[in-house]
C-alpha cells in the first residue's frame, strides 16, 4: 500500500524532479503545492457549506427533542434484524466481495418485486443497480448522465442535494416551485394544495435539458406527484426515459444500512454502472443479502395485513396525527401530508409576533425561529428555505420541517415540550 502512494506521489512531482538533483520528496511536494493556483477542484465552489451540520450540533447541545432528522428512532421490524444477523454469523463468505452492481439474490428481489409495479420485466443484470444508499444512488446518476452545460430541472422545495450533485457534474440547476395555495375554511391545509403551473414547468425546457429530478412524496412537504395513481416510471413512454430510485433506509427503517438501488432502462444504466464500477465499485455484501431476505419476505406477505408494508404506513399516520394534535395546541399550523414522514409548519403567525429574533441582517426567518425553538423551547426542526434556491428562500422563510417517524417515548417527550410552551402562552 505504501509502495503505491509513493508511487503516486512521485508521478505527481516528476516534473519537478529533475529542478534539483536530489531534493527530498517532502520538498518537492511543497514546491507542487506552493505553485498550484488552487488546492480544492472549482466543482467544490460554493456547495462547502452543509446547513444540516449546524442544526445538528445545536441540537447535540442541550436537552432538545430532534424532530429535524429524518429517521426513524426504533429499530427495523424483527425480520429484518433476523436476517441482518443471519448474514453476519451465517455464511462466511458474505464477509467478501460480490458482485460489483448487486449481490444476486438482492437483485433479483428487487427486479421480480418491482417489475410488478412498474409493469415492466426487469432483467437482474441490466435493470438494476445496488448502490450505497438511494444517495449514491443519486449522485451515479448525475455523474453518469449529467454534462457540462446540461440544463436539470429541480421542483421546489427540493431535498437538498439535488443542486450541489448536478453542479459537481457540471450541470446547471432550474428551479421551479410548487406553490401553496389557501385551505378551504374549516379544513386542515394540506400538501395536496401545493401545485405545479404546467405552463410554468413547460417553460423551463430548453434544448439543453438534460434531466427532471420528481421526488415523490416530496422531501420537505409530502406531497404526491403519482399522475393517475401510478408510478412515473410506469406511465406509457416514460420507461426507456426514467430511472427509479429508492433504499432500504426508508423501505424496512434502517437508514444506517446505506442500501440503495436505481431501476431503469439498460441504455441509461450502463452509464451508471461505469461510473459505479470506477468509484465505490462494491457496496457491503452482508446489509444486501439481510434486504434481500426483507424483501422476499415482504413479497410472500404483500398486501396482507401481516406485511410491513400495510403495518408501517398504518403507523406512520397515527404518529403523523398524533403530531398534527399537539403542534396545534401552541398555535403552528401543521401542513398535513399526502406521503413521506415529514410535515411542514407554517409559522408565519410567530413571523409577525416576533419579526426581529437573533440572527444575521440576512439570515431567513425560518432559520432564525428554528434556533430559537432548540434554545427555549427545546425542540429540534429543519427550516424550509435550505429546500429551495438562494433566490426563493426568503419567500418561503416562514416554514419549518418535522419528523415524525419517531418512537412514542419520542412522541410523549414532544408532547411534554409543547406543554410547557402551551402553559407560558397562557395570560
Not at 443497480?129 to 454534462?147: C, E, H, I, P, R
Not at 416510471?233 to 436505481?262: I, N, Q
Request: with cysteine.
Amino acid at each position: 500500500m505504501f509502495r503505491n502512494a509513493a508511487a503516486i506521489c512521485l508521478h505527481l512531482v516528476g516534473p519537478l524532479w529533475g529542478q534539483k538533483s536530489g531534493a527530498s520528496l517532502t520538498r518537492c511536494l511543497h514546491q507542487t503545492l506552493a505553485m498550484a493556483k488552487r488546492l480544492q477542484a472549482r466543482r467544490l465552489d460554493g456547495i462547502d457549506h452543509n446547513p444540516w451540520v449546524e442544526f445538528v450540533k445545536l441540537a447535540s447541545e442541550a436537552d432538545v427533542v430532534n424532530l429535524g432528522q429524518g429517521f426513524p428512532d426504533f429499530p427495523p421490524p424483527d425480520f429484518a434484524l433476523e436476517a441482518f444477523q443471519h448474514a453476519v454469523s451465517g455464511d462466511f463468505m458474505l464477509n467478501q466481495y460480490t458482485k460489483a452492481f448487486g449481490y444476486p439474490p438482492l437483485t433479483k428481489i428487487l427486479a421480480s418485486f418491482f417489475g410488478k409495479l412498474l409493469g415492466q420485466e426487469l432483467d437482474p443484470l441490466k435493470n438494476v443497480l445496488v448502490t450505497v444508499g438511494a444517495y449514491g444512488a443519486l449522485f451515479t446518476a448525475f455523474q453518469a448522465l449529467v454534462d457540462e452545460g446540461d440544463e436539470v430541472i429541480i421542483i421546489e422545495p427540493f431535498f437538498d442535494c439535488y443542486e450541489p450533485m448536478t453542479l459537481m457534474a457540471g450541470g446547471l440547476p432550474v428551479f421551479v416551485s410548487l406553490k401553496p395555495s389557501p385551505a378551504q375554511d374549516g379544513e386542515l391545509d394540506s400538501s395536496s394544495n401545493w401545485q405545479l403551473d404546467p405552463m410554468e414547468l413547460a417553460s423551463k425546457f430548453t434544448p439543453r435539458t438534460k434531466a427532471l429530478v420528481l421526488n415523490t412524496p416530496n422531501n420537505p412537504l409530502g406531497k404526491n406527484h403519482k399522475v393517475a395513481g401510478s408510478i412515473p416510471a410506469s406511465l406509457p413512454g416514460m420507461w426507456e426515459r426514467t430511472l427509479t430510485v429508492g433504499s432500504a433506509g426508508k423501505t424496512f427503517s434502517a437508514t444506517g444500512w446505506k442500501v440503495g438501488w436505481v431501476l431503469g432502462p439498460d441504455r441509461l444504466l450502463r452509464h451508471l454502472r461505469t461510473v459505479h464500477q470506477n468509484s465505490v465499485f462494491h457496496c457491503p455484501t452482508q446489509a444486501q443479502a439481510a434486504v434481500a431476505q426483507s424483501f422476499e419476505r415482504e413479497q410472500l406477505h404483500f398486501g396482507q395485513p401481516s406485511s410491513y408494508f400495510v403495518q408501517l404506513p398504518q403507523a406512520v399516520q397515527r404518529s403523523r396525527d398524533h403530531m398534527v394534535q399537539s403542534l396545534q395546541s401552541v398555535g403552528l399550523r401543521p401542513i398535513v401530508p399526502q406521503g413521506s414522514y415529514f410535515l411542514i409548519i407554517d409559522v408565519s403567525d410567530f413571523k409577525k409576533k416576533m419579526p426581529d429574533l437573533p440572527g444575521a441582517a440576512d439570515e431567513p426567518y425560518d432559520r432564525r425561529f428554528v434556533k430559537w425553538m432548540i434554545k427555549n423551547k427545546g425542540l429540534m426542526a429543519i427550516p424550509v428555505s435550505i429546500f429551495f434556491s438562494l433566490p426563493h428562500q426568503k419567500l418561503f422563510d416562514h416554514y419549518i420541517r418535522f419528523c415524525f417517524m419517531k418512537d412514542e417515548s419520542t412522541l410523549q417527550a414532544m408532547d411534554e415540550k409543547l406543554q410547557k410552551w402551551k402553559e407560558g402562552l397562557r395570560p
